[in-house]
């Protein structure tokens, strides 16, 4: 296929260009094999044109047309929420750059998306992707038991497609008896490593959900792989993201669960979980609540309940709070998993890592999760980001669990300001990335796709563009806090999350022309420059306070450190809803019924 053969018509001159927020634009409108370029200035003469839109097709989400002789109009809607219109002379004109973009957005070849034509100059290939990240996160854990293995019985991706080639297991499994639990378990997604709590030697674990079916089959293999886990006078918990009935269900089908008979020191906890369609109707909603003209608070207000997207968070946060709870203060292992083992179930191990791990709250260390907890683990980028809110060809795969758990985490740094290293602005840079990219991060759907397209010999990773640009995604309030961190989920400690971020410059590929925001584009709001001038006086501040602070720690007289806590009783803030030295982080103060609480 040549791109040519899908672009009916390459430049329009005199299309104007109108987004929220911003003055409109007249200029020349020009459609490549992969990006809509739109210049204030007719090019030619010398004279370099400023670029008022650099926009990457694949982020095109929807093409609305409107008729109006004698031109028409384009309204596009993104997959990262951004609103352009085209006003375009001549309706021939317009309706064959509709049928261009939309021909170009819908390529179903991953060969023949932008990543594998993008080539920085500054970046060489092959260069920047992380390498061998379960190996070293397996060396910091052998640092402190032997019990967990890195085991190579899936090189080759033959024993389970949807995993990396080295999981971590423990030490007393054989590779074979791996292979036998493997059959046993949905996707062939047995259990295997996912956390390790460094303070009581806990572990979480995922897997997909075991093929009991109705004969309540058993795996003696599987059986005492969760038996090594807990090792001797242990016990454990099953957390299943699926309803009890669910469960029922899925085991007239083939599926289930764990029986307690099979598995007698383990526990099994339902949370159900909304995965698939229903999420993805909700975040529907969301946007179309968010994008309602009507000034009526109440109409407002109930769009945004009948969305049901802020339950979906609360739900997701608890249930996470819920896996942190079992391994902070009852001291027992976790196993998570619903069905396929490759949605809600890493929403909640994930989610659990930031909340109980002050490494999995820096810059680098989120970086590491996303890509043990996502991006190895096997979450189906390619399916679930295919389409965001506004598509009018809905996929029945389709789901933002990925955007749900970056609203999650923004909730956390919201509640505790001080505990996150990175700020908004990487939350919303990789909710971009996820559904449009020029970096081959979020390509495919599993390793095994990605080793046999080679993505990682023929893209960018996003990694490194991230790093160089690091100090825009910092948060300047940031004070590591050693302990848990313990979300509220009432009603009044959760927003709803309507970020908003500086435009970019062109070399990112991103609509350098509008502000996004994950709920709706604001317009009348503060103009960029302010928004920059402001955020560089929050670092300002920011840095004149530490500087403060470690001045008056040298004139102070030595005092000894704050111990952390184990639980609300020893640890009076934990009561608060929050679990920090005195004085570091909490989040707003609530009573103590307030503070997010799971019962088992």
Not at 30 to 40: D, E, F, G, M, Y
Not at 132 to 151: C, E, F, K, M, P
Not at 455 to 463: G, R, Y
């Amino acid at each position: 296929m040549e791109f040519a053969e899908l672009i009916k018509t390459s430049q329009v001159d005199g299309v104007l260009l109108s987004c929220p927020g911003r003055q409109p634009v007249k200029g020349t409108l020009c459609i490549t094999s992969h990006h809509l370029l739109l210049s204030s200035l007719p090019g030619g003469g010398g004279v370099q044109s400023p670029m008022e839109l650099w926009l990457l097709i694949r982020n095109v989400d929807a093409v609305e047309k409107r008729h109006a002789a004698p031109s028409g109009s384009l309204t596009l809607r993104c997959k990262d929420l951004r609103v352009l219109q085209l006003e375009i002379p001549g309706m021939e004109e317009c309706l064959n750059v509709a049928r261009s973009i939309e021909a170009l957005s819908s390529v179903e070849s991953v060969m023949m998306t932008y990543p594998f034509f993008y080539r920085p100059q500054s970046l060489k290939l092959e260069e920047g992707w992380p390498r061998d990240v379960l190996r070293r996160y397996h060396q910091q854990i052998a640092s402190n038991t032997g019990a967990w293995r890195l085991s190579q019985a899936n090189a080759g991706f033959g024993l389970c497609p949807s995993y990396p080639p080295l999981v971590i297991v423990p030490a007393a499994v054989e590779d074979p008896a791996l292979a036998k639990s493997a059959r046993f378990r949905h996707g062939r997604r047995f259990p295997v490593l996912s956390y390790y709590h460094r303070k009581n030697g806990t572990v979480m674990l995922r897997s997909g959900q075991p093929l009991v079916g109705p004969n309540r089959k058993r795996c003696l293999e599987d059986e005492q792989l969760l038996g090594a886990v807990l090792g001797a006078g242990g016990r454990g918990f099953v957390l299943d993201t699926r309803s009890a009935q669910a469960a029922k269900q899925a085991q007239m089908t083939g599926g289930g669960t764990e029986h307690q008979s099979s598995y007698p020191r383990w526990k099994r906890l339902h949370r159900p979980l909304e995965r698939g369609r229903p999420l993805q109707e909700s975040f529907v909603r969301l946007v179309e609540a968010c994008s309602d003209p009507s000034p009526a608070m109440d109409r407002w207000l109930s769009k945004l309940e009948a969305s049901k997207w802020l339950t979906h968070v609360k739900e997701a946060l608890s249930t996470a709070c819920l896996a942190a709870q079992c391994m902070e203060r009852e001291e027992a292992c976790v196993l998570v998993h619903g069905a396929e083992g490759t949605d809600a179930t890493l929403l909640v191990t994930a989610l659990a890592q930031v909340i109980l791990d002050p490494d999995c709250r820096t810059l680098a260390g989120f970086q590491g999760l996303l890509e043990r907890e996502w991006i190895q683990a096997g979450h189906p980028f390619r399916l679930r980001c295919a389409r965001s809110a506004h598509s009018h060809a809905r996929l029945k795969q389709e789901a933002p669990v990925f955007l749900l758990f970056l609203d999650c985490t923004w909730q956390l740094g919201r509640q505790f300001p001080l505990s996150l290293e990175f700020g908004e602005r990487l939350l919303l840079t990789l909710f971009e990335h996820s559904y449009a990219s020029p970096y081959g991060t979020f390509l495919c759907s599993n390793e095994k796709e990605r080793t046999l397209l080679e993505v990682k010999e023929k893209t960018h990773s996003l990694w490194p563009w991230v790093d160089c640009e690091r100090q825009a995604f910092l948060n300047p309030l940031y004070t590591r806090n050693p302990l848990v961190i313990w979300p509220s989920v009432e009603p009044q400690s959760l927003l709803l999350w309507q970020g908003r971020r500086p435009p970019l410059s062109p070399v990112s590929h991103q609509p350098s022309c509008i502000q996004g925001s994950t709920a709706c584009s604001s317009a009348g709001s503060a103009p960029p420059q302010h928004l920059d001038a402001a955020w560089a006086k929050i670092h300002e501040i920011a840095g004149h306070s530490k500087a403060l602070t470690r001045r008056l720690s040298r004139s102070a007289p030595e005092q000894s450190p704050v111990q952390e806590a184990s639980g609300p009783e020893s640890n009076p803030l934990a009561r608060q809803g929050a679990q920090g030295p005195a004085g570091l982080d909490s989040p707003l103060p609530l009573p103590q019924a307030h503070v997010c609480r799971a019962t088992m």
